[in-house]
């Protein structure tokens, strides 16, 4: 995780007074227990359709996740095509990414050095430890879901860095994620058959 991206990752102990929006209380209360998962879990995999915007140019990409919480994240691009088998190792703050056993490059989304490899790590760690500046529960073609916006609390909202997530209410499966930079949408993911493993 990139240092810039830290200043958001607030901890737990922060107030939820912020939080508000559609679903009022049942919200908030369903917002701890999802940040409860995530705080206890010690496993999660899915696959993700990452987007990357980089104003000019915009790259999508196909990412299967296994993330243990002894262990690595592990991230294995399934698309494109051209860089389907690249893994990504992240352990102890160290990123290896690899390719053939070639080491590949990859550009910085915004000033604060977040880079497609950094997302999906960063929406975790927002998930367990984000100020959680908003939460709502909203109607996704007849099901609800709960969204979570999180940002540092001294920021407006639409200014800094603010990343939303999108929950199934009764699992806590990540449904969708986005991080924005001063207003600018530079991630989005979208996030198939997610699961949490909890403590045995």
Excluded at 86 to 109: P, Q, S
Excluded at 167 to 174: E, H, K, M, N, V
Excluded at 183 to 200: K, M, Q, R, S
Aim: with cysteine; net charge negative; aromatic share 6%.
């Amino acid at each position: 995780m990139r240092r810039g991206l830290c200043a958001l990752m607030m901890t737990l102990v922060l107030p939820l007074a912020a939080c508000g929006g559609g679903g009022g209380n049942e919200a908030e209360a369903l917002a701890l227990e999802v940040r409860s998962r995530y705080l206890e879990m010690t496993a999660c995999a899915g696959h993700l359709e990452l987007t990357a915007d980089y104003g000019q140019r915009v790259y999508v990409y196909g990412v299967d996740l296994t993330w243990e919480k002894e262990g690595e994240t592990c991230l294995t691009l399934t698309a494109p095509e051209n860089v389907a088998g690249t893994v990504a190792r992240i352990a102890n703050g160290e990123t290896v990414l690899e390719y053939d056993g070639v080491m590949v490059e990859t550009g910085e989304l915004d000033g604060a050095g977040l880079t497609p490899v950094d997302a999906v790590p960063a929406l975790l760690t927002c998930a367990r430890e984000g100020f959680l500046a908003e939460c709502a529960l909203e109607d996704w073609d007849g099901a609800q879901r709960l969204h979570v916006t999180s940002r540092d609390p001294e920021e407006e909202p639409g200014s800094g860095v603010e990343t939303q997530l999108w929950f199934q209410p009764d699992t806590g499966a990540l449904l969708r994620g986005e991080i924005s930079s001063d207003g600018f949408t530079v991630v989005t993911c979208e996030a198939v058959n997610f699961t949490l493993t909890g403590p045995a």
